[in-house]
T-cell receptor
Framework: GQNIDQPTEMTATEGAIVQINCTYQ??????LFWYQQHAGEAPTFLSY????GLEEKGRFSSFLSRSKGYSYLLLKELQMKDSASYLC???????????FGTGTRLTVIP | DVKVTQSSRYLVKRTGEKVFLECVQD?????MFWYRQDPGLGLRLIYF???????EKGDIPEGYSVSREKKERFSLILESASTNQTSMYLC???????????FGSGTRLTVV
């Protein structure tokens, strides 16, 4: 089985940096996905981490520690359009499907 | 770009009706999935399929069935719609590995 823990809601100011944490417990682990979902829309792929460490993609970076069962998504230079839910999804070994956390709803304020 | 197309964006159905939600993907993916999403509960897997005519139950299959007659099409069927099936339904497909899932735009179903 899987257990995923993310904060339910976060608020941050435009132009700031925000870190969204995700802890997970899973039997077997390949990697971890992060998805972004704007209200009323489908989730879209942001990142996939397999190895420990930080991977940077423009304003968004994702970090993974396999031994700690921990990941975070780092958003820099926040923009209003970054207001969305961010879903953490561990990729379980041998599983044919992803299990998604309930997501963190981020609100960016002026 | 991979496209996953869901036939309807909004649907309103009556209690007891049989409802079909259609999903088509255009990238020859083997794996397809149906999720529902409800506030505070996140995405919950209903059914998935990893090949034509193959199906597997997810976490909440009760009240639903699926059909995968062709590789590109995965249908979700509500045999007798009930009000507790009012939800956002999301279809997804993947070729596996680190490519992640591509989601359709979702169908918001209301059962009255």
């Amino acid at each position: 089985g899987q257990n995923i823990d993310q904060p339910t809601e976060m608020t941050a100011t435009e132009g700031a940096i925000v870190q969204i944490n995700c802890t997970y417990q899973t039997s077997g682990f390949n990697g971890l996905f992060w998805y972004q979902q704007h209200a009323g829309e489908a989730p879209t792929f942001l990142s996939y981490n397999v190895l420990d460490g930080l991977e940077e993609k423009g304003r968004f970076s994702s970090f993974l520690s396999r031994s700690k069962g921990y990941s975070y998504l780092l958003l820099k230079e926040l923009q209003m359009k970054d207001s969305a839910s961010y879903l953490c999804a561990p990729d379980q070994t041998g599983a044919n499907n992803l299990f998604f956390g309930t997501g963190t709803r981020l609100t960016v304020i002026p | 770009d991979v496209k996953v197309t869901q036939s309807s964006r909004y649907l309103v159905k009556r209690t007891g009706e049989k409802v079909f939600l259609e999903c088509v993907q255009d990238m020859d993916h083997e794996n397809m999935f149906w999720y529902r999403q409800d506030p505070g509960l996140g995405l919950r897997l209903i059914y998935f399929s990893y090949d034509v005519k193959m199906k597997e139950k997810g976490d909440i299959p009760e009240g639903y069935s699926v059909s995968r007659e062709k590789k590109e099409r995965f249908s979700l069927i509500l045999e007798s719609a009930s009000t507790n099936q009012t939800s956002m339904y999301l279809c997804a497909s993947t070729q596996g590995g680190d490519y992640g899932y591509t989601f359709g735009s979702g169908t918001r179903l209301t059962v009255v």
